[in-house]
């Protein structure tokens, strides 16, 4: 059953605490995507990576962090200086130039 | 930096009736993408065209080059079809495929 899997559904951060979302892939794609949905908002590109060991900060990657160790797992860490980490967060897989995206579930990031 | 727009932003429409989203954006593109997110969340590519139209089911996708616009259309709409259509766009010759989003239509099909 292929497809894209973001753990967990919810994700509840206290002040001054790094979270890891988790981002896994079976599609065999190259590269991965990370973007912050807020409310009424359009979609922003946190970080991409086009291949293993190698990723590019998007618009909006101050405050976060990722990894590309392997094809199939992407995760991105959500450190204490991201000020607003409030969000539903969205990771996306392609297999290659103007490929259509895939899109996982997604995880929603709350701060207590 | 390309800017992409949408309209409308909300969009109430009865079951059977005919709808249609716009899109705009302001510099050259290599691809134009619709997509649907459903209310839980999960976002599920609809279209991806560079020119003409494309068709699956009751969705129909055109887009105009020369205009820089692209619309969406939904026949004899069902309250199913209730979601937010997302445009979004890929630069020509952009650095790791990436998108530009569009904020988003809302819509809403009343039985």
């Known amino acids: 059953d292929g497809g894209i899997t973001q753990s967990p559904k919810y994700l509840f951060r206290k002040e001054g605490q790094n979270v890891t979302l988790s981002c896994e892939q079976n599609l065999n794609h190259d590269a991965m995507y990370w973007y912050r949905q807020d409310p009424g908002q359009g979609l922003r590109l946190i970080y991409y990576?086009?291949?293993?060991?190698?990723?590019q900060k998007g618009d909006i990657a101050e405050g976060y962090s990722v990894s590309r160790e392997k094809k199939e797992s992407f995760p991105l860490t959500v450190t204490s200086a991201q000020k607003n980490p409030t969000a539903f967060y969205l990771c996306?897989?392609?297999?290659?130039?103007?490929?259509?995206?895939?899109f996982g579930p997604g995880t929603r990031l709350l701060v207590l | 930096k390309n800017e992409v727009e949408q309209s409308p932003q909300n969009l109430t429409a009865q079951e059977g009736e005919f709808i249609t989203i716009n899109c705009s954006y302001s510099?050259?593109?290599?691809?134009l993408h619709w997509l649907q997110q459903h209310p839980g969340g999960g976002i599920v590519s609809l279209f991806m065209l560079s020119s003409g139209k494309k068709k699956h089911g009751r969705l129909i996708a055109t887009i105009n080059i020369q205009e820089k616009h692209s619309s969406l259309h939904i026949t004899a709409s069902h309250p199913r079809d209730s979601a937010v259509y997302i445009c979004a766009e890929t630069m020509i010759k952009a650095a790791g495929n990436k998108l530009t989003f569009g904020g988003g239509t809302r819509v809403l099909v009343k039985p």
């Open positions: 996306a897989t392609t297999a290659g130039y103007q490929e259509t995206q895939y």
């Open positions: 990576s086009q291949i293993v060991n190698d990723f």
């Open positions: 510099v050259g593109i290599s691809a």
